[in-house]
């Protein structure tokens, strides 16, 4: 059994439709593939089509934005209720704040001279459930500016560059407590990679799983291998579940493709076992 629980489509910053998603992880030979899109469950129905006709199966998820001390940290979201209004609630306002600083970016970078416009940015997001820096990245590699994603990132849109601006996001403590409430079980995505880490060691750990976290991500691409195996010592001391994932994102991320890292199956099976004993909203089906 191969199993990758992490990827993206053109819902969010990947760069191919769902159906496109499906078939590309029944062809890389997975078995199980988790659509992971940022903040949005818009792209799982298709997936799910999809996967009927390719024998793989899709696990519906999100990769929700939150804060945790300070610092930005991605949670992943696997079969809540997509319709639990408190989740529904606040991936709207993440959502709302993530398309709404576009226009200041936008504005922030024409004042360093780059000839760019929130509907050249709009045009790059056009299928997804809001528009991020990923897609003013994807324009400036339009307009010749950078080469590439990460060198838009590098040089222009993370902290402390010309044109990053803050976006709302919620409590990672809050969220895992909603998306419990849907029905949920939750990871925390990559928590080492590309940040400071030190609130979200052993303790810190300890504190998220005592609000209801259920696993870590230790396979990332941004983990180091001395990291992932400090990483696995700390989710063996406190049972969380450990998996593996590529976080692919089409062409949008390089050395990030399908089933370079995967999930062992019986990892797998105790997060569908844990999701399948979590709190169903009141007279809300599961997707
Ligand atoms: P936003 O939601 O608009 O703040 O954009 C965040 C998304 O940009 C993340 O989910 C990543 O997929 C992507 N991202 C963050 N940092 C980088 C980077 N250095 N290079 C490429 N993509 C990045
Ligand atoms: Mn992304
Ligand atoms: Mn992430
Ligand atoms: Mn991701």
């Known amino acids: 059994m191969r199993i990758d629980l992490h990827t993206h489509s053109d819902r969010s910053d990947g760069t191919t439709s769902p159906t496109e998603l499906v078939r590309a992880a029944a062809e890389a030979g997975l078995d199980v593939v988790a659509l992971t899109d940022h903040d949005t469950a818009a792209g799982w129905d298709e997936a799910a089509e999809a996967a009927a006709a390719t024998g793989t199966t899709v696990v519906p998820c999100m990769e929700i934005s939150c804060k945790h001390a300070g610092h930005g940290v991605h949670l992943l979201a696997y079969w809540p209720d997509p319709t639990y209004p408190p989740l529904v609630h606040e991936l709207r306002r993440i959502l709302d704040g993530r398309d709404g600083r576009t226009p200041q970016i936008v504005e922030q970078l024409r004042a360093h001279g780059i000839d760019i416009t929130t509907e050249l940015v709009a045009r790059h997001g056009r299928d997804a459930a809001a528009i991020g820096r990923p897609h003013v990245a994807d324009a400036m590699v339009t307009l010749g500016v950078v080469d590439h994603r990460d060198e838009a990132f590098d040089r222009w849109l993370s902290p402390g ?127």
């Open 161 to 287: 560059r010309p044109g990053y601006v803050r976006r709302y996001a919620p409590a990672v403590e809050e969220m895992i407590r909603i998306v419990a409430d849907a029905g949920g079980v939750t990871v925390l995505a990559h928590p080492w990679g590309r940040r400071d880490n030190s609130d979200l060691l052993l303790d810190g750990m300890a504190r998220l799983q005592e609000h209801g976290l259920t696993g870590v991500e230790v396979d990332h691409q941004d983990h180091a291998p001395e990291q992932r195996a400090q990483l696995r010592a700390i989710a063996a001391e406190l049972d969380l579940v450990v998996t593996g994932s590529s976080d692919h994102h089409g062409a949008g991320k390089v050395d990030h493709e399908l089933g370079c890292n995967t999930t062992a199956p019986e990892q797998y099976e105790r997060l569908r076992e844990l999701a399948a004993g979590a709190t169903r909203p009141r007279g809300a089906g599961r997707a």
